[in-house]
């Protein structure tokens, strides 16, 4: 059996990411579907996903755009729930939403996690 081409295209699962609000750049290898996420130094410290930068390239130059990542504050009531991501601002987020220049929107849904406390009557 012959060795495998790891530069055959079609085997190349390589994928280049870069963040709009700051200077952050990967490269992933990947085959499966997936998003970088990283630690966003321009948006306060929040993990927040990458751009793919074939996605933006392709229609980039096009139209003169760039990707853009923004994240959603959560507007309702918060309580004391737990897990819950903050901005520096403090207030909760509860969503990033990634829009290339294609026109096609991206969302990373920050859910908190249940915790059951158990209680001695």
């Given at each position: 059996m012959p060795p495998k081409d790891k530069?055959?295209?079609?085997?190349?699962?390589?994928?280049?990411?870069?963040?709009?609000?700051?200077?952050?750049?990967?490269?992933?290898?990947?085959?499966?579907?997936?998003?970088?996420?990283?630690?966003?130094?321009?948006?306060?410290?929040?993990?927040?996903p990458m751009t793919e930068k074939a996605r933006v390239a392709e229609h980039g130059t096009m139209l003169r755009k760039k990707a853009k990542v923004t994240p959603v504050v959560r507007e309702d009531f918060v309580g004391k729930e737990k897990g819950l991501v903050y901005d520096e601002n403090n207030r909760p987020i509860m969503a990033a939403v990634?829009?290339?220049?294609?026109?096609?929107?991206?969302?990373?849904?920050?859910?908190?996690?249940?915790?059951?406390e158990m209680r001695q009557a």
């Open positions: 530069n055959v295209p079609i085997l190349n699962a390589r994928k280049d990411w870069d963040c709009p609000n700051c200077n952050a750049v990967d490269v992933t290898e990947e085959a499966r579907p997936h998003t970088r996420m990283h630690n966003c130094a321009g948006l306060g410290g929040l993990t927040l990634t829009e290339y220049p294609d026109g096609t929107n991206d969302v990373a849904v920050f859910a908190p996690v249940v915790r059951v």
